[in-house]
């Protein structure tokens, strides 16, 4: 069921420290003819992408710049095949495992297109890449993606929809842990105390409160080539934007 817009949406205005830059300044790379941003040009070129999926952390731009810490020995390569989604006993498979028990370095990636419907907020784990790229992922219709104490984060290639505020509850803490969560105002992206995060070419639109939420001292955040849709504006600190669709 679709939640209702937040009435006070229209009142919010970027807060001190909102760096902007925009993408066309950055040099270009033709594909197919095509021209792609410094970001794109990166990896786009490379027909066999499928096959260097963790190749798109050094890609990163900003204010942290590459996300290679993210990257190197003993990363796990798991892959989402089950839509289902369970808080506090997460199953093999889900996103919600992937995101929160699997320990160290770990790229998500997804067996097919798929729409999930996250029971709670999921807090994504430190040295996290949720590669969205290739099938077409829709997190949609309830809770969403939380980055809470965590860093070297990647979100890539979502569609993240018709979010709602949750009440306070028990969910699945960053480390596996089951913890107490206070109320979540329904945004696409909340990062609380965060830093290192990269979110790139994601689809954000129709959530109760907002599209991205970057709060608590969270730092070295780079937000480049989203679509921000029926929204006109984000309360956001220290984060640099490049290519963005309003």
């Not at 996250?118 to 040295?127: A, G, V, Y």
């Not at 070295?220 to 989203?226: A, Y």
């Amino acid at each position: 069921m679709a939640c209702h817009q937040c009435p006070n949406a229209n009142i919010w205005c970027f807060v001190l420290g909102l760096f902007i830059a925009i993408a066309s300044f950055a040099k270009e790379t033709k594909v197919d003819g095509l021209k792609l941003n410094v970001i794109d040009g990166c990896w786009r070129w490379n027909l066999d992408w499928r096959r260097n999926r963790k190749e798109l952390a050094l890609c990163s731009v900003g204010f942290y710049g590459r996300m290679s810490n993210i990257i190197g020995r003993n990363i796990v390569y798991y892959q989402v095949t089950d839509p289902s989604d369970n808080a506090l006993e997460p199953k093999p498979g889900t996103l919600r495992y992937g995101a929160t028990m699997i320990r160290g370095k770990k790229w998500i990636t997804f067996q097919r297109d798929m729409r999930i419907r996250l029971e709670k907020p999921l807090l994504i784990s430190s040295f996290t890449a949720i590669d969205g790229r290739g099938p077409s992922v829709h997190i949609a219709g309830n809770a969403c993606l939380v980055v809470f104490k965590a860093s070297n984060v990647i979100i890539h290639g979502l569609r993240i929809h018709h979010c709602c505020s949750q009440a306070p509850s028990l969910v699945m803490d960053p480390d596996g842990k089951i913890m107490p969560l206070g109320q979540v105002d329904g945004d696409a992206i909340r990062l609380v105390t965060a830093s290192k995060v990269w979110i790139d070419h994601n689809t954000l639109y129709e959530c109760q409160d907002g599209l991205l939420d970057v709060t608590r001292g969270s730092t070295d955040i780079t937000v480049s080539n989203n679509w921000f849709r029926d929204r006109s504006c984000f309360p956001a600190t220290m984060i640099a934007i490049f290519g963005i669709r309003t």
